[in-house]
């Protein structure tokens, strides 16, 4: 039987609420090293509830959270749990009373659903892969294959801008137009290379003007050396037109991110 709920005074009373960063298995042992959000930062502990267990650390109630060294935490903490077991990542910021909310809120309440989750994620990690164009080989790809934005860009060459505002502006719009056409087509390439695996995917919305591909893959940490084989072999054939990276294993933020307790 869980312990009878503390009164409010006395929660209002505390000096420290519970951070709360994803479930994982029960059976899991925390790292006593490990370190999360917080200033100093804190040390994490599990609260356990039949076969699910949270991953949480104590936070002063009166120090609001934002820094970039939390979010950077939060993230830390979460990708290094999903390298091992399976992780169900909260969104930053998830705070609670006490432990006792964690196991009778949280963990109680949606024990099932978050054990079946765990579950589906066995032996499983997200692994993210991020292309940007470099930028004078997309440039001289797009003037090469244009005829018409070629042109454009040799009459405003030397000239004043004022001079040449509206041809300025059409050629801007027609390398936009022409680089989201090619990002169009590089993601369908790689999300077809990435689909041979088994993995499911996630295609994100470009970062910056000049991403060629941003894809989060849900996909089994046994077959990550292939994963990294497909990534090798399409940054090679795109060597010197595109910067390609491969990011993870991470917590399996682009499929089974929770909301915060009580959202």
Same mark, same amino acid.
């Given at each position: 039987?869980?312990?009878?709920?503390?009164?409010?005074?006395?929660?209002?009373?505390?000096?420290?609420?519970?951070?709360?960063?994803?479930?994982?298995?029960?059976?899991?042992?925390?790292?006593?090293?490990?370190?999360?959000?917080?200033?100093?930062?804190?040390?994490?502990?599990?609260?356990?509830?039949?076969?699910?267990?949270?991953?949480?650390?104590?936070?002063?109630?009166?120090?609001?959270?934002?820094?970039?060294?939390?979010?950077? @935490?939060? /993230? *830390?903490?979460?990708? $290094?749990?999903? #390298?091992? =077991?399976?992780?169900?990542?909260?969104?930053? +910021? !998830?705070?609670?009373?006490?432990?006792?909310?964690?196991?009778?809120?949280?963990?109680?309440?949606?024990?099932?659903?978050?054990?079946?989750?765990?579950?589906?994620?066995?032996?499983?990690?997200?692994?993210?892969?991020?292309?940007?164009?470099?930028?004078?080989?997309?440039?001289?790809?797009?003037?090469?294959?244009?005829?018409?934005?070629?042109?454009?860009?040799?009459?405003?060459?030397?000239?004043?801008?004022?001079?040449?505002?509206?041809?300025?502006?059409?050629?801007?719009?027609?390398?936009?137009? @022409?680089? /989201? *056409?090619?990002?169009? $087509?590089?993601? #369908?390439? =790689?999300?077809?290379?990435?689909?041979?695996? +088994? !993995?499911?995917?996630?295609?994100?919305?470009?970062?910056?003007?000049?991403?060629?591909?941003?894809?989060?893959?849900?996909?089994?940490?046994?077959?990550?050396?292939?994963?990294?084989?497909?990534?090798?072999?399409?940054?090679?054939?795109?060597?010197?037109?595109?910067?390609?990276?491969?990011?993870?294993?991470?917590?399996?933020?682009?499929?089974?991110?929770?909301?915060?307790?009580?959202?």
């Amino acid at each position: 039987m869980a312990d009878e709920p503390e009164p409010q005074e006395q929660q209002q009373d505390r000096e420290t609420v519970v951070y709360v960063y994803g479930m994982v298995p029960a059976d899991v042992e925390t790292d006593p090293e490990a370190r999360g959000v917080g200033d100093p930062p804190a040390e994490i502990r599990a609260v356990k509830h039949d076969r699910v267990a949270a991953l949480i650390s104590e936070i002063p109630r009166d120090k609001p959270l934002g820094r970039p060294e939390d979010l950077t @935490a939060h /993230a *830390a903490l979460l990708d $290094a749990a999903a #390298a091992e =077991v399976p992780v169900l990542p909260l969104r930053f +910021g !998830a705070v609670v009373a006490d432990e006792d909310a964690v196991r009778t809120e949280l963990l109680e309440q949606n024990h099932d659903d978050f054990a079946a989750a765990l579950d589906q994620l066995e032996g499983k990690a997200e692994y993210v892969i991020k292309a940007r164009y470099v930028e004078q080989a997309i440039l001289r790809e797009i003037l090469e294959s244009d005829e018409r934005l070629s042109q454009l860009r040799e009459a405003i060459r030397g000239k004043p801008e004022e001079a040449t505002r509206n041809e300025r502006m059409a050629l801007g719009e027609g390398i936009g137009n @022409a680089i /989201a *056409a090619r990002r169009e $087509a590089d993601t #369908a390439k =790689v999300v077809d290379a990435l689909s041979e695996l +088994g !993995a499911q995917i996630a295609v994100r919305e470009p970062t910056h003007e000049e991403d060629a591909v941003h894809v989060a893959c849900l996909a089994e940490t046994a077959k990550q050396s292939d994963l990294e084989d497909v990534v090798d072999r399409i940054a090679e054939e795109w060597s010197g037109r595109v910067d390609m990276r491969l990011l993870g294993p991470l917590a399996a933020y682009d499929f089974v991110v929770t909301q915060r307790p009580g959202a």
